[in-house]
């Protein structure tokens, strides 16, 4: 008996030897041994109805300084003589210039936004009315550090992009209208769009668009867009496209209210059977459409779009803004060869145009309301996070600098006893997380 015991306990020992080996050999294993090292967002993005999956295409690379530049997928490495750090194209924010003010403009636009009246005229009737006045008085509840400047200022574009390349947000999406026509409360800022791109490429930033809901906005309206920013833009190193596992090489645009437009309308365009179809032709894109309703996953994927956003920074605002309806909706995605691209914001607050929406407003909680946004969307393991807002600052979304003011009739909100760029720290720390947790996902 005792040598048997003796012959199970040096079997047991050999054994237990055996697996801490393994055990170690697996934790010395790098990507480069077997696993893929394309991080962050190299996992497949689901694409086209035939099973097309797309992943991100950057022209941007490792730069160093006196060294060419080398392709890579979905991020960039800067090596400067003070530290190392990247962006990464995955992680996405959307961008206004719609701002102006006297000195660029002649006027201020936007900063002196209306309050916007509620539909009740009883509710309307009890809230203030009229438009703001700057300088003192702005269309936000917090104060820009670079004051109410203008979209047309070198110097502001120049200090956004440095804030987003900080941030390691590699994509900026542009809130785009067609040439000569604006929202209702602003003018038309489409001949700035080089601009952006050009103080974009400087910093390796990319720029997809997002098409916003004008007056007279149909299917057809819709492809004669895509054919002049693709003719107009496509050629700019800021341009973001997507590669897909086919080899085809495809731009990325979002489309703001999407389901203002009937999903007849849009297979017509997005379906590869379409009467005026995009699929197949030099202007074939990847087409995100706006999720706000529950019923709206199913016109998105009859519409024939790509995938689906949820934008809105104000949990439980909507349907497609609420993080328990997330894992769902990408649920949903997933069985449908679509993209699913959760939006995380800081925080919303929009009574500053829309006083009676108090019920709305989101508390930014010193940071733990985005991060909380932030961890919500990165726990559907998505294939691309967006960022709403950087400069939104009617709605309060921004992740911009702000700084305290107070002046006779406002006090401003702030982001203290933080510094003006605690919001762009908190998106570069879950930026870097994001990679670290994609790259476990794809192993």
């Given amino acids: 008996m005792t040598r048997l015991r003796k012959k199970a306990f ?41 099973g097309d999956r797309r992943r991100p295409v ?39 210039l719609w701002y102006g003010n006297p000195q660029m403009d002649g006027k201020y636009i936007h900063w002196d936004h209306v309050l916007v009246p509620h539909w009740d005229p009883k509710i309307a009737a009890s809230h203030a009315k009229g438009r703001h006045t700057p300088p003192e008085d702005i269309a936000s509840s917090f104060y820009p550090e670079l004051g109410p400047y203008s979209s047309r200022d070198p110097t502001v574009l120049e200090s956004h992009m440095s804030q987003i390349e900080a941030a390691a947000a590699g994509v900026l999406v542009l809130s785009w209208y067609p040439p000569g026509i604006a929202d209702n409360h602003g003018e038309p ?22 098409i916003q809901p004008y007056k007279g906005r149909t299917d057809l309206s819709m492809y004669d867009n895509i054919k002049y920013i693709i003719d107009k833009y496509g050629n700019h190193g800021a341009f973001y496209r997507f590669r897909s596992t086919t080899g085809r090489i495809l731009p990325l645009f979002y489309v703001y209210d999407s389901y203002l437009t009937p999903p007849e309308a849009w297979a017509d365009l997005l379906h590869p059977a379409g009467a005026h179809t995009l699929r197949g032709t030099p202007y074939d894109g990847v087409f995100l459409a706006l999720v706000v309703e529950e019923r709206h996953k199913h016109d998105i994927l009859a519409g024939g779009f790509d995938g689906m956003y949820t934008y809105f920074a104000s949990n439980g605002f909507s349907f497609g803004s609420s993080h328990q309806n997330w894992k769902a909706v990408k649920d949903f995605c997933d069985g449908n060869n679509l993209l699913f691209v959760p939006s995380a914001g800081p925080g919303y607050v929009d009574t500053a145009v829309r006083p009676w929406n108090n019920h709305n407003t989101r508390n930014r909680v010193n940071g733990r309301y985005y991060e909380t946004s ?35 009739t406002r006090l401003y909100l702030d982001y203290q006893p933080h510094r003006s760029d605690l919001y762009l720290e908190l998106t570069r720390k879950w930026a870097e997380h994001f990679n670290k947790e994609k790259d476990k996902w794809l192993m």
């Fill in 58 to 96: 950057s022209n941007d690379m490792v730069v160093s300084p006196g060294q060419p530049h080398l392709a890579s997928d979905t991020k960039v490495v800067f090596t400067k003589s003070d530290r190392d750090y990247s962006i990464f194209y995955d992680v996405q924010i959307f961008y206004y």
């Fill in 189 to 210: 800022c489409e001949d700035l769009v080089p601009a952006v791109m050009d103080a974009a490429h400087r910093h390796s930033i990319k720029v997809a668009f997002h």
């Fill in 374 to 408: 932030l961890q919500a969307a990165l726990s559907v393991r998505p294939e691309i996070v967006t960022i709403t807002s950087f400069n939104e600052w009617h709605e309060g979304t921004q992740i911009e600098k702000a700084v305290p003011r107070k002046t006779v």
């Fill in 10 to 50: 040096i079997a047991l020992f050999l054994f237990t030897l055996f697996i801490f080996g393994t055990m170690m050999g697996l934790r010395t294993l790098k990507p480069s041994d077997g696993f893929s090292d394309l991080a962050p967002g190299m996992g497949e993005f689901v694409g086209e109805r035939g």
